[in-house]
């Protein structure tokens, strides 16, 4: 069996399209990157990220190949808010891909793991005064301006910057703009008046009276604009959509000011697959649309080619993360189902509680043990809701076995919390054989080590209740 990657299936009980170097190993274990996933389990503990570095690289490089074969000038940046650790930077920078931040931290981890300030973007609908000046000193390729404060913030910061000659430096931004296409997973929805907090509306004219604000300004280099109209995208129509109402509207500013905006950023957004039911198109047909309808348009207006930025995050890391689990109890009601409950949850993967996200997972340790029953797998967080899949068909579980939750690589390790203090997991990169922690486990003393007692609470006697 073969999937539409061209990766052999070792098993037929395995849910189909395992991504990357997913496969079974001579034991009927699960294994990831040449590692066997439940030695994993036992020598790092679980719950524990799993990152298939190959993956990963992969991904990036079908990016930049996509690219290279439809369209002459382009940046890809990798969104840091899907998984973002200094190993990750590390690996992007190697792949020459550019970064989008969205936060100083983001900033902070990027610098640190020497990543090059000219290839990184600044996102966000909020940043502050300390964030804006990190990112001048820094000397960002691009901020990608979402307001007036923010213009008005950027350009009292910008007095003093000085080029190499001693010139007033011009900070290099994009304008985030709305154009009015919002999508969701499986629809989208156009609107004239666009209900967003983040960017300048074209249709309500704020785009335009930015560009204005902005070309009367010796503060800024108003390289372009940027947008970004969703996540987990499957159709490629509210894409098409999106790149007729950017374009039109460079055509526009170029028809009332003479500028060109070079650059056009069409934001994140194409989807991964999390279940058999999801079938993304692959970032080359991804790419090969976005960039025919560019040039499409362009020749129907007679305007340049502009320069196309991205921002992919969930498509580059989704499928490259899985986590493992230890099962501690099972519990069958009558009637009713079956719930195994694991050693994590909602602290190290929120999307089920936030969004009824649907994961598939197997048992790593019985990787060839055919799966028919069906179970809800909870966490261990005091909280219902405290969910990651509700319909697992899996091999008989039974307490210690190993859970591996699939496509957990964006937007988990990075929206974790402590809740219910419990300690974030460890996170490890696995390639050609070796395993390789990149985030150390959270330690009981990483949780209260912020924590501080005011003298007056630790001088007070106690007083002990007692429960007679
Ligand atoms: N660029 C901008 C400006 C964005 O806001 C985002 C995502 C991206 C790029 C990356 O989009 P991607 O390629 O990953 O779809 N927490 C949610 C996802 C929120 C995405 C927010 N912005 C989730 O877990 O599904």
Not at 214 to 226: C, N, P, Q
Request: charged share 25%; with cysteine; proline share 5%.
């Amino acid at each position: 069996m073969t999937d539409e990657r061209g990766l052999g299936l070792t098993s037929g009980v395995l849910p189909q399209g395992l991504p990357g170097t997913m496969k079974v190993n001579a034991r009927g274990h699960l294994e990831i990157g040449g590692v066997d996933t439940v030695k994993l389990a036992k020598r790092y503990k679980t719950p524990l990220y799993v990152f298939d570095e190959a993956l990963i690289r992969q991904r990036c490089r079908e990016y930049r190949t996509a690219f290279e074969k439809n369209y002459p000038k382009f940046s890809i940046a990798y969104a840091g808010k899907a998984f973002m650790t200094m190993a990750m930077v590390r690996i992007v920078e190697e792949e020459g891909l550019y970064l989008d931040v969205v936060s100083g931290g983001e900033l902070y981890t990027a610098l640190k793991a020497q990543f090059p300030p000219e290839r990184i973007f600044f996102n966000g609908n909020n940043k502050s005064p300390d964030e804006i000046e990190m990112a001048l000193r820094s000397g960002v390729g691009r901020i990608i301006v979402d307001s007036f404060d923010e213009l008005d913030l950027i350009e009292s910061m910008a007095g003093d910057l000085k080029d190499e000659k001693g010139n007033a430096r011009r900070v290099p931004i994009l304008l985030r703009v709305t154009p009015g296409v919002e999508a969701h997973t499986h629809h989208y929805i156009q609107t004239g008046r666009e209900d967003s907090k983040f960017g300048f509306s074209i249709g309500a004219g704020s785009a335009m009276a930015a560009v204005m604000r902005v070309l009367a300004s010796d503060r800024f280099d108003l390289k372009g604009i940027h947008c970004h109209i969703g996540s987990q995208l499957f159709d490629f129509e509210p894409f098409a959509i999106t790149v007729k109402k950017m374009l039109d509207f460079r055509r526009e500013v170029y028809r009332s000011t003479g500028y060109i905006l070079h650059e056009v950023n069409f934001g994140g957004g194409l989807a991964a697959k999390y279940t058999e039911h999801d079938n993304p198109p692959s970032v080359g047909e991804f790419i090969q649309a976005l960039t025919s309808k560019v040039v499409d348009v362009c020749r129907s207006t007679d305007m340049p080619l502009p320069h196309i930025a991205v921002e992919p995050g969930r498509s580059i890391i989704a499928e490259a993360g899985t986590t493992l689990y230890t099962v501690g109890t099972v519990k069958h009601i009558p009637g009713v189902r079956t719930y195994i409950a694991v050693d994590g949850g909602m602290t190290d993967n929120p999307r089920y509680a936030l969004y009824q996200a649907d994961y598939r997972a197997l048992v790593a340790n019985k990787a060839t043990v055919p799966a028919e029953v069906h179970y809800a797998v909870a966490g261990k967080c005091c909280e219902s809701g405290d969910m990651l899949i509700m319909d697992a068909v899996l091999p008989p579980v039974k307490p210690g076995d190993i859970l591996a939750v699939l496509t957990t690589g964006a937007y988990c390790y990075s929206m974790a919390s402590n809740y219910n203090r419990i300690p974030r997991p460890a996170a490890i990169l696995v390639n050609g054989g070796v395993s390789e922690v990149i985030v150390e486990r959270e330690t009981y003393d990483d949780l209260v080590r912020k924590d501080r007692i005011p003298a007056r609470l630790l001088a007070k006697k106690s007083v002990v209740l007692s429960y007679h």
